[in-house]
């Protein structure tokens, strides 16, 4: 009796009401998802970045070739 009671106490206060252990672990993975979904959006900036100057030259050689002709 007396150990079933010892036992139910540890498992219900394993983390207890403020959840201090499950905080550390969900703000862990927030941090780390963070830095992923930035480094992520530098790529893709990158991409966008080289995409918008090869179609501003293609803009600047059609205007090139409409003055010529």
């Known amino acids: 009796m007396n150990h079933t009671k010892i036992l139910n106490w540890e498992i219900s206060s394993f983390d207890p009401y403020p959840f201090i252990l499950l905080n550390l672990i969900l703000s862990c993975i927030a941090a780390i998802q963070a830095s992923i979904i930035m480094m992520s959006q530098n790529r893709q ?25």
Do not use: I, P
């Not at 918008?52 to 205007?63: G, P, S, T, W």
């Open 45 to 69: 900036e990158k991409k966008d970045r080289l995409r918008a100057e090869n179609d501003y030259r293609e803009v600047l050689e059609a205007k090139k070739q409409r003055s010529e002709d």
